[in-house]
């Protein structure tokens, strides 16, 4: 176990020049992008003045020099201080703290979603492979992972919320509904089944088809075909024996792509108004609000390399030979 | 399935609840006979965009208009053709010079917090908040020396000089009256109350989640006795055009402002049984959508070559094809909303291709061996599909007279960026409103003084023309209504004949609500206006 412990610490280390470049780069970017943010709200006001502009200006620090305005943000971050939203008036850190729980339930729903469900379907499809149902769970995990997100999510809406009215359409509480406990919990449950779903699909898709591979490839090898002959059950066999083999290739993927999926919540939260970091962030960059956009971006570089250390991690949980690798190293 | 049906019921039960709290309530006070409204509901409004602070005096953005109005008190309210109509102030005159306004305030006026509204708080809001902060304040209180505060109740403007247009900027929209004891001596801009806002207006602030929704309720101590009529209001946030149709058809809100439903979709949705659509409550925009050329580049700085393509541009299928015929076609620089000083007496363009191709050829521009006279890009407001589409339609257009047009497109930081900063561009699609008074909205499209780069929505064209400087600051100052007509139809002619910009369409933006709401557009202002008339017919 200490050398669990020693393995991560060395890790997060490595981790804090790997961050210190997403915020220079980051910020570079940002800067290149056209317009500014001063001139964005003074455009949406509808009718600005240029005074009106320069003291927003001034304001933002933006009439500091490029280099100057970096320098301030790193030293503001080493604190901990991801700066102030020029949109929004208020704390950066603030900001996220209260959308990011929103996103990481949509995520966290839509991820288990997909790792279940994949799962089950992959296995389900690699052992009735060459029947009609393992056709059919191949050729819906082709279409399901060529749909575009928003798409699939406009078409739940139609059918579930407009036709069969059984799901809200949007947002993530019955606004102006005030329930508490058990009844508020039930309420956001049901606005959470919709856009968790679109978020899922394309990995449920994915995880499908990876997991059918790799069972086909397993079921074929030698020490499944010596457990089927000790007389273990089948299911004993598939579960114990074989998935837990397939499912490395699975963690690998997975672990990468829950990062990505700050992506796909971009789209979602906006079709399903879900009040997330994704929109957040999504609107900063329409905005230039460059603070939220930096923080948010910093938020989801973290988030990946946490995500890349327990994908680690899970490994020597899955392959005891990982482990063992570990620490002979 | 039937979670989501305990989870209606259950929304319905609540809302029964709190209905009848508030019917047992209001039993100790009998209604009085005139009120016709019934009291009670909630009024959930679908909207396109957040606000960026609840805190209107500071900015003119459409999230924060929409909420704030609702919160504070003004002077005036106006009638459907702008005349002034009491509200916090009961009376008021102004002096034959034009140079003194005096209004009498009424005394029974409070803040949501119980302060009461006087004098000090009118003053303090226009003095170091609306004047210096706001994006209008220079257009709308330019005009201000000082204000005098002679007891709590009397508030007297004292004018530089004339200022015409002067009457109309005391609506809530434009002049909310802010709280002089929780701004005074504060970073206002940055101000907490700015988030929590505190006014005297027919809704009280209660909650605003971020990226969510916003909260208003009943102001029980409104100054205008019984009302409003509704108990909430919830702003919520839906920035999908397609979520926001189907929220609107499943009843999940019942007022969708400012196009939220798009004009693809307005005539489904209108049908529906339960359904209405509007296009009043947007006079005081007086929206106008057009095409503005860069005068800086050959070939636009030529004026035949700008009229060629006017020629080219048939107004009535963007009308009826793009904009699915919600509108009117623009026949002059000003709208026809403005009707004491507009007028369609100016020069023409009728659609003629052969027109345009010969002004073409006068130009020098000449056809290549290919047809091709000259290549040449377009850019587009980045505000909707429309746009896009009316720029395909006009590379089309000019690619049948010999003008091969390349179009750009770019987010809003980047046209706001290309147009008012680079002034790289040859012409944009646009729309800017003339406002409640021509000489409020456009001044800062045309008077050369007024082109300031790096300020969006202002004169991008680099137009410069004395005689028009003249006219405009003519007609700020003029207070004879019939020779400001006449200032003002010369000032359309002059600009339909220069072309600096090419009017297409006059904007009708439409508002859908529930068909049992009633009261909904209560005056030039529209989603703008107090909403304390606004009440459920009851079945």
Same mark, same amino acid.
Request: proline share 6%; glycine share 8%; aromatic share 10%.
């Given at each position: ?43 949406? =006001? ?48 603030? @900001? ?55 798409? /699939? ?28 406990? $058990? ?6 449950? =049901? ?8 978020? %899922? ?115 020597? $949980? ?12 | ?50 606000? #960026?602070?609840?805190?209107?005096? @500071? #900015? ?7 909420? %704030?109005?609702?919160? /504070? ?16 102030? *009961? &009376? ?124 208003? *309720? ?6 205008? &006795? ?16 397609? #979520? ?72 009535? $299928? ?34 003629? @291709? ?16 290919? %047809? ?29 007279? %010999? ?12 046209? /706001? ?78 600009? =339909? ?27 030039? /202002? ?14």
């Amino acid at each position: 176990m200490q050398s669990l412990g020693l393995y991560v610490s060395r890790r997060l280390l490595q981790a804090v020049p790997l961050l210190a470049g997403a915020i220079v780069l980051n910020f570079t970017l940002i800067h290149l992008a056209p317009g500014d943010p001063a001139r964005t709200l003074a455009g949406e =006001a509808g009718s600005a003045t240029p005074e009106y502009v320069q003291q927003l200006r001034r304001d933002f620090g933006l009439d500091r020099s490029f280099g100057e305005q970096l320098a301030r943000y790193a030293s503001k971050v080493v604190r901990g201080d991801l700066g102030y939203s020029f949109r929004h008036r208020e704390g950066v850190v603030g @900001l996220i703290a209260e959308r990011l729980p929103r996103t990481l339930l949509l995520m966290g729903v839509g991820f288990a979603w997909a790792v279940a469900g994949g799962v089950a379907l992959g296995v389900l499809a690699a052992r009735k492979r060459g029947t009609w149902a393992g056709a059919a769970i191949s050729v819906a995990s082709l279409l399901a992972y060529a749909t575009p997100v928003f798409w /699939f999510g406009l078409m739940l809406v139609l059918l579930f919320s407009v036709k069969l009215q059984w799901l809200p359409t949007y947002g993530m509480t019955t606004i102006g509904g005030d329930a508490a406990g $058990f009844g508020w919990a039930l309420d956001v449950a =049901a606005h959470t089944v919709l856009p968790a779903a679109t978020l %899922g699909l394309f990995y449920l898709a994915l995880y499908t088809r990876l997991t059918r591979a790799s069972m086909i490839e397993t079921i074929s090898q030698d020490y499944v075909v010596v457990a089927r002959a000790k007389g273990l059950s089948e299911r004993r066999v598939i579960l114990h024996h074989a998935l837990r083999n397939a499912l490395l290739g699975v963690v690998t993927m997975a672990g990468m792509q829950m990062a990505q999926m700050v992506g796909g919540s971009v789209l979602v939260e906006t079709v399903f108004a879900w009040p997330g970091m994704g929109r957040l962030l999504f609107e900063a960059v329409a905005q230039r609000d460059y603070p939220v956009l930096l923080g948010g971006l910093l938020v989801s570089s973290v988030a990946v390399v946490v995500m890349n250390l327990l994908t680690d991690v899970a490994y020597g $949980f899955l392959d005891p030979r990982v482990r063992a690798g570990e620490r002979a190293a | 399935m039937t979670g989501n049906g305990r989870r209606t019921t259950w929304t319905r039960f609540t809302l029964a609840a709190v209905a009848g709290v508030i019917s047992a309530l209001s039993l100790a006070a009998p209604p009085s006979l005139e009120a016709q409204a019934q009291r009670g509901g909630v009024l959930r409004m679908g909207a396109t965009i957040e606000p #960026t602070t609840l805190n209107h005096g @500071l #900015t003119s953005q459409l999230g924060a208009s929409m909420i %704030g109005t609702k919160i /504070f008190g003004s002077l005036l309210e106006y009638d459907w053709d702008f005349v002034p109509k009491p509200s916090v102030a *009961e &009376k008021w005159e102004v002096s034959p010079d034009g140079l003194r306004y005096t209004f009498h305030l009424r005394k029974d006026v409070t803040f949501h917090d119980g302060k009461p509204l006087t004098a000090s708080d009118v003053k303090f809001s226009v003095l170091n908040v609306l004047k210096p902060l706001h994006p209008r304040g220079p257009a709308n209180y330019g005009a201000v020396d000082d204000i005098d505060t002679p007891n709590p109740h009397t508030v007297v403007f004292k004018l530089k000089y004339p200022y015409a247009p002067f009457i109309r900027v005391f609506q809530v929209s434009e002049s909310p009256i802010l709280p002089r004891h929780i701004y005074e001596g504060s970073d206002i801009r940055n101000n907490p109350a700015n988030a929590k806002p505190v006014g005297s207006g027919p809704f009280v602030f209660k909650e605003w989640v971020k990226g969510s929704h916003v909260i208003l *309720e009943r102001n029980p101590s409104y100054f205008k &006795k019984g009302q409003p009529h509704l108990d909430r209001i919830v702003y919520q946030v839906i920035p999908d055009q397609a #979520t926001r149709v189907a929220a609107f058809e499943t009843g999940q809100v019942d007022l969708v402002p400012y196009t939220g439903i798009p004009n693809l979709e307005a005539n489904r949705i209108k049908q529906l049984p339960n359904a209405t659509m509007t296009t009043r409550g947007y006079e005081s925009q007086a929206l106008i959508m057009w095409l503005e050329f860069n005068l800086r580049k050959s070939p636009l700085s030529d004026v035949r070559v700008r009229r060629a393509i006017a020629h080219a541009i048939d107004k009535n $299928f963007v009308l009826l094809n793009i904009w699915f015929g919600i509108g009117k076609v623009a026949t002059g620089p000003m709208s026809s909303v403005h009707r004491a000083f507009y007028t369609p007496e100016v020069p023409q363009y009728p659609y003629s @291709l052969d027109r345009a191709n010969q002004l073409l050829d006068e130009a020098g521009l000449k056809r290549g061996a290919d %047809g091709v006279r000259v290549k040449i890009t377009q850019d587009f407001i980045p505000y909707g599909e429309e746009y896009v589409r009316l720029a395909e339609y006009i590379r089309e257009q000019l690619k049948k007279v %010999g003008i091969d047009v390349t179009t750009r497109s770019s987010d809003t930081p980047g046209w /706001f960026n290309r147009i008012w900063t680079q002034y790289d561009f040859n012409w944009t699609s646009n729309f800017v409103g003339n406002l409640t008074d021509p000489s409020i909205g456009m001044p800062r499209y045309y008077v050369s003084s007024l082109a300031k780069q790096g300020v969006p929505f202002t004169n991008s064209m680099d137009y410069k023309n004395p005689e028009i400087d003249k006219l405009f600051e003519q007609a700020a100052r003029e207070l004879n209504e019939g020779k400001r007509a006449a200032v003002f139809h010369q000032i359309q002619r002059i600009l =339909a004949t220069d072309l600096p910009v090419l009017p297409i369409l006059e904007l009708q933006p439409t508002t859908f609500y529930r068909k049992d709401l009633e009261d909904v557009v209560a005056g030039p /202002f529209g989603n703008y206006e107090s909403f304390d008339r606004m009440y459920w017919k009851k079945k």
